[in-house]
């Protein structure tokens, strides 16, 4: 696990804010969750608490890359391509799946972090960051989940704040 970078969501701000080796600091707008904050399934929240990186998928995938079910769909975004698939949530460009380290809070039962599927993913470089907008996952623009992806490992700790 590496525990000299750490990441912290701040869902009041629409922050996060990555702390680097040698007190540097990484800071990107995101977009939360429409619903606001809780740990429920099928809330479409964004769980609160402490969490790690459990999985890191898309590594080299074209920017715009679209997943479905965690796969690469072989489709790149476009708004004409989006047009006519108006109902999608897009994910694109990277999928940092987080897992829940909280017992009874964020891990296990119906308040499962990781069950819920809740990730940090690319979205639309078109959809507005610093205001809720997902379904319980962390969005991002593609190029500062690029950046964030290549700088971050398996096991990083991801702290989600009000």
């Known amino acids: ?25 990484l800071c990107y707008p995101v977009s939360t969750a429409t619903n606001g904050a809780g740990e429920k399934l099928n809330s479409e929240c964004t769980p609160r608490g402490e969490h790690r990186v459990a999985e890191k998928i898309g590594g080299g995938e074209a920017i715009n890359s679209v997943f479905v079910a965690r796969m690469p769909t072989g489709e790149i975004y476009s708004e004409e391509f989006a047009r006519n698939e ?59 989940i690029i950046e964030l992806f290549d700088k971050i490992e398996v096991g990083t700790r991801v702290t989600i704040v009000e």
């Open 1 to 25: 696990m590496n525990d000299e970078i750490q990441i912290e969501i701040d869902l009041s701000s629409q922050q996060m804010t990555v702390f680097l080796q040698d007190d540097q600091l």
């Open 86 to 144: 108006a109902q999608r949530d897009w994910i694109l460009t990277r999928i940092i799946w987080l897992d829940g380290c909280e017992p009874g809070r964020n891990q296990g039962g119906d308040l499962d972090t990781k069950r819920r599927y809740i990730y940090i993913h690319g979205t639309p470089d078109t959809t507005a960051m610093r205001t809720p907008g997902s379904r319980g996952c962390v969005r991002m623009k593609n190029a500062d």
